[in-house]
Each structure stands twice: as structure tokens, then as C-alpha cells.
């Protein structure tokens, strides 16, 4: 069995209260399943994401930092991350407190664990990077108990994910999604909108820029036979949620393609029970002629 | 010896004289020890500058001359040139680099003159301790190995080979002919490139002069200018070229097919194959990674069939050693694999094509004869050709590849002309269409209603039944904008060839910052290198079309041959040196020489430095256990370095025991 211990930072989206608090839940189910322990950061606070970072460039890298403090108190420095906005956030704010030298002199007066020479440096990890190149193809399909046969998933990645360092996949053209869902016996479509803007915060203010292009994402995921679109990003879901209520009376197909997180997807194929994954009705009846049927068929505990 | 010396300090015009204080450098040197003259000229290297040291040299009877001025790999050869002519030994001189070291690398004034002060003094003390050396003089070997047999080899083999000198060619593929046997136009004058091309390779093929040695690679390169020992290791074809007679029974019986690398894998080849059908020379090779017999132990159908039983499969790779006076690398070039490019799709869409495809695509002789065809089998109507693509980008190379604007716009025209309702659309940066007839060619592409578009592809996205969408900025419109294609050509930009660093390594020839064979000067030496006897012809020393290949072809054949035809060259004398009394006869030296010049000498029971054979690289004078005055390097023996840094060291404040 895989024995691992890591910590976890969830930040706001994806916290027990946060509006992604599914992503966050299926993520923990699936890490407890493949057999790594994961212990949250106490006492976590905001990453310190973008607009702070427009007001006070350096107050934002400390409240950042103090996240990372916390995680090397606990003794535990590699931090597991599943927003992708709180991941660079917390990646940016380790580079720069490593390459900025006033700035790593107050983040060490603030935070002694920092000049503590026995305390190893943080290492920010995006749970994708973590379950593509740490667990691996073995350990997947180990724990898979329901081949999702042959189910057309679109991959959608976002902006942040891969952008802008290419930290574990190709910055313009990542594969390390597909690959999980292969592994699950998934089948990815080649799909190459997949890193296309899906609106960020514009969707608050500028609602008429943004459907139309998320209408574009939509329809060409359709165009190429997706049976769900799978993201790895709150704020994306979020937008392709709001933007496929808007437009699903007009175009119809639209309606019926779930849109959830890759690791309900992952934890459907290992079988775990919907509360935990936050798989709601309404996806289990979309996605019910694919997955639900061919694992009551199979004798899945689910149904 | 009683030594008088004489400094002579350069302002070089104000490259030097505006950092560095020359009066005080000047007034300091005329102190020193044995300094009976020093003096400062604006341009030390200039005619009347030489003449003040000649001038000098009779006068004040010097036995040492210094010069603080630039670099010596620039002038040191001119004043030692000046003091042989004033009747000084050459090697009683001593150049001080103050320019690209000390008035180059600082503005400040004091320190500088600080560190020309210390430098210079170290020559003199260095001087002090020079002695007389002869040039030797060796005859140079009458041949010249040419690296590489395409159009830029071809020209050049031919040019030395009708002046009646020996050539030899070795070509790593099995046939001659290189990249443009790969092109079916030329571009501007849309000459077939086969007709123009073929007539050379037969002519290489039946000149008497010319040994050609196809599928083979230099391995090891010894020796120097005029007398280089070059090991070349031909690969088993496993066919006998004495007996094969290229009639091409045994591919047609080969059961096993692999992709054809000259067709850039468009189509299969068998595993016994002729890279072309105008192969120079007409000879059937073995691929033995796919052969059934290497890799199955099977078959040798191809053995049963061949009418003149030229099959071989004991074939063992050869070593063939060259001795050679010159050397010419003509190794061409790669193409930049625009995989990486993911936004491209390059291998991910199969309609995406990059320009050597298509040349092969729309060549008579190529895997559709000519026809252009999709890989899905459709003719295409509408044809996009993206500009650039690797080259002039900082994320791969930054530098203009030069060919690929007129390559497309050639390909543009054989298009139209194959396919007279398509729609081609070519996106480009800039357009490029330096040479002669070349703007000219873009204007009639134009005519032909081509349509260019100033924009830089951003995206190649598959929309469905194998049609692709580019997406890109029209920059003339300002506007994002989007052509659904049946097919997408991508420009690939021309790259080094991936064993250029090996070779480079091999030859002893410095590469630029982009992996390209670097020449002497851009200008005044393009196709020598500071490898002497060392010449680069075509597109290995940068991106190069045919008619600037073939110039430099031709280039480098006419300084191989003025080369040759010196009959002798001098080589430095300074190289190891014995001193038979005192060696031992330990034998490490011999074991420690990277050029075979240390022997043994059974009769005296001593080393033996050959003369011609050493390089000066003073590794065996390092090995020697007895120490330096045993083994000595002529020019860099122990008094004259710690001469050197006697003066340039701080003063220690225990008196040394004086050296020597």
C-alpha cells in the first residue's frame, strides 16, 4: 500500500464552508483511498491571490508565507494544493521569498521556523502534479473498482494550472489529466480548448463578454462527443456552471453534459460513496447510462 | 646573457590610451630591469609603428621585445613578423594583452593602469628568461577530406578534384547529394532540382580524383595543418558495392517495410533499399535495425534472389585511416522538429505537414509521385503555410533561417500549379526575399493568387473530419482571425545538425551561440575557422540557400587548395622538449600523449619527442616525474612562467630562493 504524509491547504473555494467544498471533499477521499495522509494546515488563511497582490505587493507574500510557516511547523513541507488560483498564489510567494532577500529577512522575523536551520524548505504541490507524478499509473489502477468503460471525458484546464511557470506539464498543451483518466479507464478527448480562458472574474462584471465565450468551450466539447467535462479549477467549474444554466435553453445539448471535478471522476472509479465525492443526482442520471449501469453490472456497492 | 629589452605600448587609436594612463604605464616601464627602451605609439601595429621597433631593434641592439597592445591571436603574428625582419629571433618576443583584458573590461582609469603596469611588467621578467626557437618547417600531404556530400561538398570535391588534387568524401548516408536531392524546385528560377543536382553526383561518382566513402563517419581526427590522420569507420551495407548492380530484385522481395526516412517517412521503404532512384553511388544497403535477419535471425530472402550474390550478411564496419593535408566540413543541416510547438498540433493532426513533407509530397519521385494527397486521403482546397515556425522566436531560435520564406513560397507556386482551385494562404512575420531574382519570384507568387497575410499563426486547432482551424492575428487589420484548412505547412526553420557538437569536438572547431560551425570572421575569413586547415562550406556554418552554398563550396575548395599547393607550412616550435641526460626513462610521457608524439628510444633508453607530432600541449611535461628539467616545453618553461607570476603575485614576505 502507498504510505505518504502530506499537508493540505484547501483555501477559501475548497473548504468544508467553500462553494467548491466537493472538490475539496473528493480530492481528501481519493488521497485516503490510494493511502496518503494528509493532515490540513492549522490555522490556514488566505493564499494571498491576485487582488491583494494589486494593493500590497509585499503584505501578500507575507500572508502567503505565513500559510507555508505553518505547514513547516507542522513538519510536514510539502503542501498539497487543489485551487489552482491558491497554488500559484502560494508557488509565486515561495519563489519570491527565496529570490527576494529583504523579503525573505521579514518572513523570517515574522515566521522563526523560516530561519530555523533544520527545517527543510516548503514544496508547493498542485494535486494533479501530485497524483500523476508521485502516486502513478500503478497505485491508480489498484484502486480503480469501476472501469468507467470507454466514457468520453473533456479535459478542462484552465489558465493557472500549468501557466505561467509549466511547473509539471507543457504551459500550452497539458496532458497530465488525460493521462489519469486513461488510467481509470476513462477515454479523453483531444480537445483544444482545453486551456482557454473561461472568463475568471469577469463573469460578475462583464456577463455579456464572457458567455459567449464560454458558449465557444461548450459547443466544441460537444462537437467532439464529450460525455462530461471534468476541470480541475473552482472558479472555472463555477463559470462553466453559470454560463451552461444561461445558455441551456438555447442550445440544447448543452443541458445535458455534467460539468465536475477530475476527482469525483477519479473517485467514482474507485468506488466511493456520493456524499463524500458530492456527486449529486443530477450528474448520477447524466452520467447513468455510462458509469452507473455498467457498475451495477459489476455488482458496485453504489446503486 | 645580458638582456635589452624593449616596450612598446599601443594607445589603440582610443581603445586603450582612454582607460589606461600610457605616459605612466610608459615612464613605469623604463624602470624595470633590463628595459633599455620604452615608448607609446597611437597604432603599434600600423607601418610606422612596426618601424619604430625595427628602428629600435638595430639601434639599442635589443635582445627582447615587448608589446602591450590587443590580443595576440590579432597582432602577435604581425610583430613577430617585425622583429624576424629587424633580425631578431620571433620567439624573443612577448605580447601584453591590455585591450580585451584590462581598457575593455573597466572605465576605471586607476586600476587599470594599476593592472597593465603589473601585466606588462610580467612580460619583461618573462622575456628575460626567452630563447632562440626555429620554425619547423613540414611538407604538406597533397589530399583533402571533405565531410559531408552535399551540393556544398559536391562543389567543393569537384572544384579541388579537376585542379588535380586527391578528395576524398565521406558521407555518413549510403548514397551522395545531401538535402537538395531531397527538393523537387528550386527556388527562384524553378530549375527540377534533380536535373541540376544528378549530373554533379555522377560526375563526383566517375572522377578519378574523388575517393567517395558513403555510409561512413569520422570517428578520430590527430595531427595539424598540412598533415592530418583522420579514422573513418564505414558501416556494413551487408551488400558488396563491387558486385551490387542496383537492379533492385532484392527490395522487391524485402518482406519487411519501415518508414522512408528520405521521404520523411510519408511512405514505407523496405528494409534492403537505394535511397533515391539517382543514388550516388547505385548501391543497395541493409537497414539491419529492421532487417528479419538481425533482428529475427530469419529470412535472407533478399541473399536468394540477388542475381549477382552481392548480399553479405558478415559484413564487419571498416576502418579506413586518411592522411590528408586539409579538411572541409560540408555536414548541412536539420530541420527544426515543430512537435514542440504544441500549439501547432505537429503530429497530433495528421494534416498538419511540415515543408520538407510537402517537398517530398509534391516531388515526381516521391511517395505519391508527385500528387498531393492528405494522409487521409483527401486533395486538399484550401492550404495554409505558417511562417517562421522555430525560427525567429525567443523560445527556440532567435536568428532568421533564411531559406524558409522562399521555400514556401515556392511550395505556394508548385501548389497552385498542382492544384489550380486551391486556396493557399501564406502567414508570415516579414518576408524575406534577400537575393537575386528572389523578389522578383514573391511578386509572381503574389500574381498567382497566393494570399499573404501579415500575422503570425497563434493556434491550429482540429474542427472535426480532419479540417483544421488556424487562428491568428491579422496584424495589417488588427483583427483576430480564423481560415478552416484541409492542411497546415509548417516553415520549419533550419537548425545545426544534431552530431554538429560531436564533429565540432572531433575537428577542433568552435561552435556560435546557435550550434552552427563558427568561421574565422564573418566577413574576410567566412569559410576558414581557427582550426587551421580547418574550412566549413554551406549550411553548417549557418542557414544557407543552394547558390550561397555552392559559393562557399567553391570557397573553401580554393583555400584547400592554396593550402596545398604551399607545398610546405611552418608549425610552431614551441612543443616538448628531452633532456636525455637526465631522463629516466620511465615511459609515463609516452602514456600520458594524447597525439602519439612521446616514443620510446630502446637504444638510448630515453623518451623521444617527435618534432612534428607534437602538439605543445605540455601534458607530458606535467607527468614527468623528474620535473622541468627533464621534460621541458619549449616557449613555457618553468623560469619563464614563474617569471610571470613572480611579477604579478604579491611580494611574499619571506625571501624565495631565486628560480632558475
Known sequence: ?303 | MNRRIGVYICHCGLNIASVVNVEKLTEYVKELEDVVIARNYPYMCSDPGQEIIKKDIKEYNLTNVVVAACSPTMHGPTFQKACEEAGLNPYMFQMVNIREQVSWVTDDIEKATEKAKLLVSAAVNRVRFHQPLEKILVPVKQSILIVGGGIAGIEAALKIANSGKKVYIVEKEPSIGGRMAQLEKTFPTLDCAACILTPKMVEVASNPNITLITYAEVKEVSGYIGNYRVKVIKKPRYVDESKCIGCGLCAIRCPSKVPDKFNMGLNNRRAIYMMFPQAVPRKYTIDSEHCLFFTKGVCRVCEKFCPTKAVNFDQKPEEIVLEVGGIILAIGYDLFDPSVIKRYGYGRYMNVYTGLEVERLVSASGPTNGKIILRDGRTPSTIVIIHCVGSRDENYHTYCSKICCMYAMKLAHLIKERLPNSTVYELYIDIRAHGKGYEEFYRKVQEEGVIFIRGKAAEVAEVGNGRLSVIFEDTLLGRVQSIEADMVILATAAEPRKDAKELARLFRVPLDKDGFFLEKHPKLAPVSTVSKGVFVAGACQGPKDIPDSVAQGAAAASEALALLSSGVIEVEPIIAEVNKNLCSGCRICISTCPYGAAVYDAESKTATIQEVLCQGCGTCVASCPSGARTLKQRGFTDEQILGELEMILPKPKIKMKAVA
Not at chain 1, 497524483?131 to 478542462?156: H, M, R, S, T
Open chain 1, 1 to 303: 500500500m502507498f504510505k505518504k504524509n502530506v499537508s493540505y491547504y484547501p483555501g477559501c473555494s475548497c473548504s468544508k464552508s467553500g462553494l467548491a467544498r466537493y472538490y475539496g471533499s473528493s480530492s481528501l477521499a481519493v488521497l485516503k483511498k490510494i493511502g496518503v495522509n494528509v493532515s490540513e494546515i492549522e490555522d490556514w488563511n488566505c493564499c494571498g491571490s491576485n487582488l491583494y497582490r494589486t494593493i500590497d505587493e509585499n503584505k501578500a507574500y507575507l500572508l502567503g508565507a505565513r500559510n507555508l510557516a505553518k505547514a513547516l511547523e507542522m513538519g510536514l513541507p510539502e503542501i498539497l494544493i487543489l485551487c489552482p488560483a491558491c497554488f500559484l498564489s502560494l508557488k509565486r510567494t515561495l519563489t519570491e521569498v527565496f529570490t527576494n532577500s529583504t523579503l525573505l529577512i521579514e518572513v523570517k522575523k515574522k515566521y522563526s521556523v523560516f530561519g530555523n536551520r533544520t527545517s527543510s524548505i516548503p514544496n508547493v504541490r498542485h494535486i494533479i502534479d501530485f497524483l500523476v507524478n508521485d502516486i502513478g499509473e500503478d497505485v491508480f489502477k489498484k484502486n480503480v473498482e469501476k472501469k468507467l468503460d470507454g466514457l468520453k471525458v473533456a479535459p478542462y484546464y484552465g489558465c493557472q494550472i500549468t501557466r505561467p511557470y509549466g511547473l509539471f506539464d507543457d504551459p500550452e498543451f497539458p496532458t497530465s489529466m488525460e493521462r489519469i483518466f486513461s488510467w481509470i479507464g476513462a477515454n479523453p478527448i483531444d480537445s483544444p480548448l482545453k486551456t482557454k480562458c473561461c472568463g475568471g472574474m469577469l463573469t460578475i462584471t462583464n456577463e455579456g463578454e464572457v458567455l459567449p465565450m464560454i458558449k465557444k468551450i461548450l459547443e466544441s466539447y460537444i462537437r467532439l462527443g464529450a460525455e462530461c467535462i471534468v476541470t480541475a479549477c473552482p472558479l472555472c467549474h463555477l463559470n462553466l456552471e453559470i454560463a451552461k444554466m444561461k445558455i441551456k435553453r438555447t442550445v440544447k445539448e448543452i443541458s445535458n453534459i455534467p460539468i465536475m471535478y477530475f476527482t469525483q471522476l477519479i473517485g467514482l472509479s474507485f468506488n466511493l460513496p456520493f456524499n463524500e465525492l458530492g456527486i449529486t443526482k443530477e450528474i448520477v442520471e447524466h452520467l447513468n447510462k455510462k458509469i452507473i449501469v455498467t457498475a451495477s453490472l459489476r455488482g458496485g456497492k453504489n446503486e
